[in-house]
């Protein structure tokens, strides 16, 4: 008997292994269709770049420009660009164009920083 096979018979003793295999491919498509899983999954897409979860802790402690995260890093500015575009389309943080520049906040520092001014 194939491996596959004998995990199902000791292991998964109450179904077959057409069950188990039909069962187990309708969750899986279920999960790959469910709008939250795929909003999880960009999340943990973007935290898997060390240099991307470090900007994102930077942007916890203070917002920062472009030009900011890229002299801290000793890296361009398309390269912190690329980065924060990630935690962008993931909705981790967002920019606010200030004069020429754009500040790039976490989404919690966004919102506290927005009702500040009515409520601090």
Known sequence: MERFGKYI?????????EQFLEENKKY???IKNNKKTMGEWKI????SNLKRFI????LEHKP???????KVFSVSDGTITHHLKILEKAGLIMG???G????????SNMIKQLTEPLFG
Do not use: R
Not at 55 to 58: P, Q, R, V
């Open 28 to 30: 899986t498509s279920q």
């Open 64 to 70: 920062m420009c472009t030009c900011a995260l890229a």
């Open 44 to 47: 943990h897409k973007a935290f």
């Open 100 to 107: 020429y520049f754009t500040k790039y906040y976490t989404k």
């Open 55 to 58: 900007i994102y802790k930077l």
């Open 96 to 98: 606010k164009k200030e």
């Open 9 to 17: 018979q000791e292991i998964e003793k109450n179904t077959t292994c």
